[in-house]
């Protein structure tokens, strides 16, 4: 069974940054596209970015040229670097990841816990 372990959220001020990472853990498994989401109270759940095992990523407009999404593929990991935080970035941070088992498993999605960030004005 794979989960994903997040971390790196927390209180930061504005114009500030922070970097979240997310592991996917266990094994017998590859990983297609790595997104991170982000839910904000009284909002549904929207994408924040994704990107593909090639490397290729896709922002949300409102994070363009701010957050920046990587990935390192031995390790499982998916990471969020977070620049020029604002006060509207404050929310639950969630990862997923498209898991495909390399046994004739099947192909999954996958959620984190979440992690909280909230950016002080």
């Known amino acids: 069974q794979v989960q994903l372990v997040e971390s790196g959220g927390g209180l930061v001020q504005a114009g500030g940054s922070l970097r979240l990472s997310c592991a996917a853990s266990?094994?017998?498994?590859?990983?297609?596209?790595m997104a991170w989401y982000r839910q904000a109270p009284g909002k549904q759940r929207e994408l924040v970015a994704r990107?593909?095992?090639?490397?290729?990523?896709n922002y949300a407009d409102s994070v363009k040229g701010r957050f920046t999404i990587s990935r390192d593929n031995a390790k499982n990991t998916v990471y969020l670097q977070m620049n020029s935080l604002t006060p509207e970035d404050t929310a639950v941070y969630y990862c997923?990841?498209?898991?495909?088992?390399?046994?004739?498993?099947?192909?999954?999605?996958?959620w984190g816990q979440g992690t909280q960030v909230t950016v002080s004005s």
């Open positions: 266990g094994s017998g498994f590859s990983i297609n596209v």
């Open positions: 990107i593909t095992s090639g490397g290729s990523t």
């Open positions: 997923s990841a498209d898991i495909v088992y390399t046994n004739g498993g099947g192909q999954y999605g996958y």
